[in-house]
């Protein structure tokens, strides 16, 4: 009897050993905070639809940012994330299309959560992730010698995934959605409101842990 308690006791003793080493290991494992700079394409949505099928819009452009990520747990992450683009600036016209009249420079900055599918440990394996969050998008308008600025709301949704390649390094890909109106009284001083934009950034980056 003796013997069959001391051996429930090692055994237990030992899962315990094992749990505890294991749960070192995954902390060993998981960065406290990783950076990820990305490089991709945006989509930017109508700023103004007009009257006759006209509208302004800014043309799709390459787009440069960075995003920081805070682990709160093995799913939960707070994610910051700041992005830069130079769009050119389009006037839809009838038979004429799209014509070019300006340019603009677009800063998007934003924070939100990010929620991710757990991963095991030591697994090289994808793992995919949500994003929501808000922040603004801040437009520099060029036209003509003039400059204006204005800046307006934006939430965002967004998918993606990490692809770990080596120990606290991997491969980010994300599609993310920025959703905002144009603040069209700030940047001309008319009286107009815009329709609700989406704006689609498709991106791929680096994540370097630390």
Not at 29 to 49: E, H, K
Not at 161 to 182: C, E, H, Q, S, T
Request: zero cysteines; a neutral charge.
């Amino acid at each position: 009897m003796i013997n069959r308690f001391v051996g429930i006791a090692s055994l237990l003793g030992a899962i315990t050993f094992g749990a505890q080493e294991a749960d070192a290991q995954r902390r060993l494992s998981t960065p406290l905070l990783s950076i990820s700079p990305y490089a991709g394409y945006m989509r930017f949505g109508s700023l103004v639809d007009g009257p006759f099928n006209t509208s302004l819009t800014s043309a799709n452009a390459p787009v440069y940012g960075a995003q920081v990520n805070l682990p709160l747990g093995n799913v939960v992450s707070i994610v910051g994330n700041l992005a830069y683009a130079e769009p050119d600036l389009q006037a839809g016209i009838p038979i004429l299309g799209s014509v070019s009249f300006g340019k603009s420079s677009v800063w998007i900055y934003d924070a939100g959560l990010q929620l991710s599918a757990p991963a095991g440990i030591g697994a090289r394996t994808i793992v995919p992730f949500v994003q929501v969050g808000a922040g603004a998008m801040k437009y520099d308008l060029q036209v003509a010698g003039f400059n204006r600025n204005t800046t307006n709301l934006a939430f965002n949704a967004g998918v993606g995934a990490d692809l770990p390649l080596a120990r606290n390094i991997g491969l980010r890909l994300v599609a993310k959605d920025y959703i905002g109106k144009f603040d069209f009284n700030e940047a001309t001083a008319i009286n107009y409101e815009a329709k609700t934009s989406h704006n689609v950034a498709l991106s791929a980056g680096l994540t370097l842990g630390f």
